[in-house]
């Protein structure tokens, strides 16, 4: 076998050979559920024993339950990065696409988005998101749906929503900050979604009404005013039928 030239100690090597002749199936099961073919299942398990080897030392045997929940974990997310990598490998611009024909999970990201670099800003986010962030969102992204991420995670569909629900809120902050994208527009953009999330019907009051966002509003293309309407609308809409606990936006009212 050709890992244990990759270890140093016979006590590593015994320990990694246990993991290989008791896991080897699991792993390549699991990773095939996701992957969906034989070739890809073997570059994930390639992978998560490469992973296994780097961590040699810090993985516990002892308890079998855990050792395997921890490995099934590791071929998951290893099968994620796989399809993430390959899909962006193929055509570059596959994953730019997914964002952009994705409503169902993200439609607040892509109407908050308004070009193919800030697209791409978004994609090297959230490969750089918390594990259990990433996961459910880039399966999301792939076209799972909440039933089958929620299985293939081990979850309940009501965490996998939340967990999907909050990488949103992540990947719009993000894309909010006024570094990414013209002063003007990033601050309207901003405060106009952040009132609409309020109350619609207060848009005008606080949005238009006051001097100074009025006149920055102004310096925006006309066409970019409409999208950035049209953006808070279509968020406005998904919320109001957006099964999830209350959030707070930046004003301090919780979101409707």
Not at 44 to 56: E, G, M, P, R, S
Not at 177 to 197: A, N
Request: with cysteine; net charge negative; charged share 25%.
């Amino acid at each position: 076998m050709f890992y244990l030239a990759m270890l140093d100690t016979p006590e590593q090597k015994s320990k990694f050979q246990m993991i290989y002749e008791n896991y080897t199936g699991q792993i390549l099961q699991t990773a095939h559920s996701l992957a969906r073919n034989h070739m890809d299942a073997e570059d994930i398990a390639q992978d998560v024993f490469l992973k296994i080897i780097n961590n040699i030392d810090t993985i516990q045997t002892e308890n079998p339950l855990r050792l395997r929940a921890l490995i099934i974990q590791m071929t998951k997310f290893a099968s994620i990065d796989l399809l993430r990598k390959k899909k962006h490998k193929e055509n570059p611009n596959d994953l730019i696409n997914d964002w952009e024909q994705f409503p169902a999970v993200t439609t607040d990201i892509e109407e908050c988005v308004f070009s193919h670099e800030l697209i791409n800003m978004a994609v090297n986010f959230v490969s750089q998101m918390d594990e259990k962030y990433r996961a459910p969102l880039t399966l999301a992204v792939l076209g799972y749906r909440i039933k089958e991420i929620a299985s293939l995670l081990g979850m309940s569909e009501a965490n996998t929503k939340v967990r999907i629900s909050r990488a949103r809120h992540m990947l719009r902050a993000y894309i909010l900050q006024e570094e990414r994208v013209p002063y003007e527009q990033g601050y309207i953009q901003s405060k106009y979604m952040g009132l609409v999330l309020h109350d619609t019907d207060e848009v005008q009051k606080y949005f238009m009404q006051n001097e100074y966002t009025k006149t920055a509003f102004a310096k925006i293309d006309v066409r970019t005013q409409k999208e950035i309407q049209g953006a808070a609308m279509t968020l406005y809409r998904a919320r109001l039928s957006d099964d999830k606990s209350p959030v707070q936006d930046e004003y301090g009212h919780y979101e409707k």
